[in-house]
């Protein structure tokens, strides 16, 4: 499942068949280093996503009542995916060029195209006004939530990023998001 890259990174966690690929903006640094998506403790993803109807499945399937980093991979096993824009990791995001973005979205294009997930759930809007202008050829205002644009049979979806960074929003709002995309679903 890695891409071949010049670099160190966390895999794509993609096969046909999935519900939703969580689409981030790039890997952590830190999370490159402990091998797992959302690593950092500090994270909202795993404490808001455990606390979603989005996880029932995947917690009743593993017999947990809290998912961790360490779960990332077994997430496929219940439909869910993990991927990001831009491959390549960094301390933060901020330190990405717009030309990686450039390089990077039809790459992330051709997979969504590959293994048409149902949906492609991007966290942030910095992750996919990018992907909107360099994959979609779009200038549309992207907004949080569905999105109008689809590649080819898989719908998009904009939630907020829940890095602890993003401070207009709480644990409590993502999970509200999180339940909103349940039931997109």
């Known amino acids: 499942m890695t ?8 895999p794509d966690y993609l096969r046909p068949g999935l519900d939703v690929v969580f689409v981030g903006i790039n890997p952590g640094l830190y999370s490159v280093e402990k091998g797992h998506y959302f690593a950092r403790r500090t994270s909202r993803f795993w ?3 455990t ?9 009743r399937g593993l017999g947990v009542a809290a998912l ?26 901020g330190e990405l060029k717009p030309s990686e973005f450039e390089m ?3 790459i992330l294009v051709e997979k969504l ?5 149902r949906v492609a759930c991007f966290h942030g809007l910095t992750g996919y006004r990018p992907f909107l202008k360099f994959g979609l050829r779009s200038s549309r205002v992207a907004v949080l939530g ?3 644009e689809v590649i080819g049979s898989t719908r998009l979806y904009v939630l907020p990023n829940p890095s602890p960074a ?14 909103r995309l349940a039931e997109f679903l």
Request: net charge positive.
């Open 3 to 10: 891409e071949p890259y010049p670099f160190r990174t966390l």
């Open 113 to 117: 195209q590959r293994y048409s997930p």
């Open 166 to 179: 993003n401070a207009h929003f709480k644990v409590s709002d993502q999970i509200d998001w999180y339940n």
């Open 47 to 49: 404490p808001a996503f």
């Open 146 to 148: 569905p999105q109008a």
């Open 68 to 93: 961790g980093p360490e779960h990332d991979a077994e997430l496929l096993r219940f439909g869910i995916g993990f991927t990001d824009v831009v491959k390549r990791p960094t301390a933060n995001a």
């Open 51 to 59: 606390r979603s109807k989005l996880s029932e499945k995947v917690r």
């Open 104 to 106: 990077w979205t039809p």
